[in-house]
Nanobody, 121 residues
Framework: QVRLEESGGGLVQAGGSLRLSCAASGGIFGITAMGWYRQAPGKQRELVAVPTSGGSEKFADSVKGRFTLSRDYAKNTVYLQMNSLRPEDTAVYYC???????????????WGQGTQVTVSS
C-alpha cells in the first residue's frame, strides 16, 4: 500500500520558518512528481509548489521568493521550506505524488493526510 507521511507542521510566529517533509513508501516502482497543496478554512485546496514537466517548479504567487521545493530521490521524500511565514499561510498542507507500483503500470496521484501549519500574528 502506497503511503505518504507528512511531518514538520506546527505553530510559528509571523516571520518564522518551517520545513515540511513528505516521505512516500509502500510498493513504489517509480515517482514522477512530488509537490504540495494547501487548504485554508473555508477555502478550496490550492497549489503551493509543484514541479513542472520542463524540470522547473511552479509556485503560488503568494509564496514566491519565500518557499522552496526540494526532493531527495533516494529517500522518496519531498520538502517544502517555508520562510517569512505570514498569517495568511495558515492552512492544512498536503503533499501529493505521482506514483506507479509496477514497471508497466500507470501513474496515479496519491495524497498525504495533511499537516497543519498555523502562523500567528
Amino acid at each position: 500500500q502506497v503511503r505518504l507521511e507528512e511531518s514538520g507542521g506546527g505553530l510559528v510566529q509571523a516571520g518564522g520558518s518551517l520545513r515540511l517533509s513528505c516521505a512516500a513508501s509502500g510498493g513504489i516502482f517509480g515517482i514522477t512528481a512530488m509537490g504540495w497543496y494547501r487548504q485554508a478554512p473555508g477555502k478550496q485546496r490550492e497549489l503551493v509548489a509543484v514541479p513542472t514537466s520542463g524540470g522547473s517548479e511552479k509556485f503560488a504567487d503568494s509564496v514566491k521568493g519565500r518557499f522552496t521545493l526540494s526532493r531527495d530521490y533516494a529517500k522518496n521524500t519531498v520538502y517544502l521550506q517555508m520562510n517569512s511565514l505570514r498569517p495568511e499561510d495558515t492552512a492544512v498542507y498536503y503533499c501529493y505524488a505521482e506514483i506507479s507500483t509496477s514497471r508497466s503500470g500507470p501513474y496515479y496521484n496519491y495524497w498525504g493526510q495533511g499537516t497543519q501549519v498555523t502562523v500567528s500574528s
